[in-house]
T-cell receptor, first 112, second 114 residues
C-alpha cells in the first residue's frame, strides 16, 4: 500500500551542524511530496513541497528534492539553529483524491 | 486570514463519558480532515469530508466515534463513550481540495481520558 517511511529519531545536533532527515515513499502513480514541521504544542505547518520528479522544494534554508528513481524526498539544511528544534513529518498526497499519508515523524533537537 | 480553529484545546474526562471536538476550517476550503495523533506518531486519518459528504471514513471506529459537517463548513467529532486508549491529540485540517494542494492544520485538541 501507499506509505511513507522516515528516519527514526530523535536527532540531536549542535547549532550550525548539517541536517539530513531521510524519507522514502511507496505510492501508486505520481504523488506530491511534503515536509511538515510541528513545534511543541502546535499543529503541523507546511515547510516545503514538491509536486513532480526532480522538483526541489525549499523554505527557511531547508531543501528536499523529489527523487523518483530512489523514491526519496530527504530533508536537508546546511546549518541548523536552535529554533529549528521541532518534529518533522514527511508526507505524500496521492493526486487522485486528497489522500495524505504521513510518516511517523523525526524529532530534532538543536543544542547551542 | 484566520487559520483552522479548533476547540477546546484541552479536555480531560473520565472513561465512559462523551466528548466532542469542534473545528472551523479556513474559509473557502472544501476539504476537511480529522486526524488522530498519538504521542510520537504521525497523524492518522479518521475521516475526510468533501463539502458535507464524508468521502473516506474507513478508519473511523464507528462503534464509538461519529462526525458531522453540517452545511459543509464547521465540523464536530464526537466520542461516546470514551475509553482510556482514546487519549491523544485530535487534529483538524482543511484544504482547498485542489490536487497536490497542501493541508492547513489547526492546533489540535489534546484529550486525556482518566
Amino acid at each position: 500500500g501507499d506509505s511513507v517511511t522516515q528516519m527514526e529519531g530523535p536527532v540531536t545536533l549542535s547549532e550550525e551542524a548539517f541536517l539530513t532527515i531521510n524519507c522514502t515513499y511507496t505510492a501508486t502513480g505520481y504523488p506530491s511530496l511534503f515536509w511538515y514541521v510541528q513545534y511543541p504544542g502546535e499543529g503541523l505547518q507546511l515547510l516545503l513541497k514538491a509536486t513532480k520528479a526532480d522538483d526541489k522544494g525549499s523554505n527557511k534554508g531547508f531543501e528536499a528534492t523529489y527523487r523518483k528513481e530512489t523514491t526519496s524526498f530527504h530533508l536537508e539544511k546546511g546549518s541548523v539553529q536552535v529554533s529549528d528544534s521541532a518534529v518533522y513529518f514527511c508526507a505524500l498526497n496521492l493526486n487522485t483524491g486528497n489522500q495524505f499519508y504521513f510518516g511517523t515523524g523525526t524529532s530534532l533537537t538543536v543544542i547551542p | 486570514e484566520a487559520g483552522v480553529v479548533q476547540s477546546p484545546r484541552y479536555k480531560i474526562i473520565e472513561k465512559k463519558q462523551p466528548v466532542a471536538f469542534w473545528c472551523n476550517p479556513i474559509s473557502g476550503h472544501n476539504t476537511l480532515y480529522w486526524y488522530l495523533q498519538n504521542l510520537g506518531q504521525g497523524p492518522e486519518l479518521l475521516i475526510r469530508y468533501e463539502n458535507e459528504e464524508a468521502v473516506d471514513d474507513s478508519q473511523l471506529p464507528k462503534d464509538r466515534f461519529s462526525a458531522e459537517r453540517l452545511k459543509g463548513v464547521d465540523s464536530t467529532l464526537k466520542i461516546q463513550p470514551a475509553e482510556l486508549g482514546d487519549s491523544a491529540v485530535y487534529l483538524c485540517a482543511s484544504s482547498q481540495g485542489a490536487l497536490a494542494g497542501e493541508q492547513f492544520f489547526g492546533p489540535g485538541t489534546r484529550l486525556t481520558v482518566l
